[in-house]
């Protein structure tokens, strides 16, 4: 008989990164996907060494682990699929569906399912992602520590209130990183710097300064007071910055993720 696997339902870009990522850690264990969509599989499969499932029945029925991996929108006709072909569903159930409830999920699947909640970072592709964890009631010990350890492979866990799963959601994407390199560099060529120099010097300024951050492990505002001379460069930037709205503007963005992983909730 063979092991059960770690089972994906979607093979798109999440599991993409979480396949590839537990593979470069060294992940040795069956990894089986299902998708409708071919293209999707066959990348997959030379990517991550990935098992393509012949149907949903066969996917869900080789899971030790199942991880939902669709859109928030599929999510509930996802579990309805899974119920409806009669598939003996996994006890441990981990959804990546960003706003969609363990309330939601315990009710659409209808199985005595433990559930839990992550939201990997697409940059655990490379191992160095950050996946923030809830966990439903009634989820073990043994299950907790079997999920956390599959997350960690890929990254940084974090285990955090489901009530803060949707701010986490809005705040920890890369793409606030590639947004403010973009701006920052955009900027840049406006005063002047060709496009490669001005997002080598974007891309600097944000990576290797919150680089510098972490390794030094000097507190944000001792930095911000070292860079702020004041009279300087820096210090002009900053308060240029902050007069035209800056943080409002980030707060705007944060509260507006929010209410998109809210709405997801109400589908």
């Not at 959804?95 to 199985?111: K, Y």
């Not at 990997?120 to 956390?148: K, N, Q």
Request: aromatic fraction near 4%.
């Amino acid at each position: 008989m063979r092991m059960k696997a770690t089972v994906f339902l979607g093979g798109g870009r999440i599991t993409g990164a979480l396949a590839a990522g537990l593979r470069l850690a060294g992940y040795e264990g069956r990894i089986v996907v299902y998708d409708r969509n071919p293209q999707k599989l066959r990348a997959l499969r030379r990517e991550s060494r990935v098992e393509v499932a012949r149907d949903l029945k066969s996917a869900v029925e080789q899971a030790e682990m199942l991880i939902v991996a669709v859109r928030p929108a599929s999510v509930a006709e996802m579990l309805d699929e899974v119920v409806a072909c009669g598939a003996s569903a996994p006890r441990l159930c981990v959804s990546l569906a960003a706003g969609v409830p363990l309330r939601n999920l315990r009710r659409w699947l209808g199985h005595p399912v433990h559930w839990v909640r992550a939201m990997p970072s697409p940059v655990c592709r490379i191992g160095r992602g950050l996946t923030p964890l809830s966990f439903d009631r009634g989820v073990t010990r043994a299950e907790r520590v079997r999920v956390r350890k599959m997350f960690a492979l890929v990254g940084v866990v974090l285990e955090i209130p489901e009530r803060q799963m949707d701010a986490i959601t809005a705040t920890h994407s890369p793409t606030h990183g590639y947004h403010a390199v973009a701006t920052l560099a955009k900027a840049a060529q406006d005063a002047g710097l060709d496009r490669a120099t001005a997002l080598t010097a974007a891309a600097h300024a944000l990576g290797e300064g919150i680089s510098y951050w972490r390794e030094s492990r000097q507190s944000l505002d001792a930095l911000l007071r070292e860079a702020a001379t004041p009279g300087g460069i820096a210090a002009a930037t900053m308060a240029a910055m902050d007069e035209s709205g800056y943080a409002q503007v980030v707060r705007n963005g944060i509260r507006a993720g929010i209410k998109q992983a809210r709405r997801n909730a109400k589908r």
